[in-house]
Nanobody, 117 residues
Framework: QVQLVESGGGLVQPGGSLRLACAAS????????MMWYRQAPGKEREWVAT?????????TYVDSVKGRFTISRDNDRETVYLQMNSLKPEDTAVYYC?????????WGKGTLVTVSS
């Protein structure tokens, strides 16, 4: 079955960096677009970034993270990454990866990122 397992979250000071990882299994990873979302305390879940399948590898980002976050993928490891630089307190959230497979969205359980001094 489809499984997504996020890791790499933690506590970081403003201006710091973290790299999140999402290990995937149970579907043809290399042909699927992968996404990162986040949910801040008391707010709705929001889309953060998408990386297309291997055929194009194009990336898109929500405006609030452009120039600071980079999404990438390693098809051999079936893992998608989110490199987060210049972190701000407003980036504090649980970060989730997502894949849409056979008309159904699948989510991991998330990893908590806290940006605070």
């Amino acid at each position: 079955q489809v499984q997504l397992v996020e890791s790499g979250g933690g506590l970081v000071q403003p201006g710091g960096s973290l790299r999140l990882a999402c290990a995937a299994s149970g579907f043809p990873f290399n042909i699927m677009a992968m996404m990162w979302y986040r949910q801040a305390p008391g707010k709705e879940r929001e889309w953060v970034a998408t990386i297309a399948s291997t055929s194009s590898d194009s990336t898109t980002y929500v405006d609030s993270v452009k120039g600071r976050f980079t999404i990438s993928r390693d098809n051999d490891r079936e893992t998608v990454y989110l490199q987060m630089n210049s972190l701000k307190p407003e980036d504090t959230a649980v970060y989730y990866c997502r894949v849409h497979y056979y008309g159904k969205p699948y989510w991991g359980k998330g990893t908590l990122v806290t940006v605070s001094s």
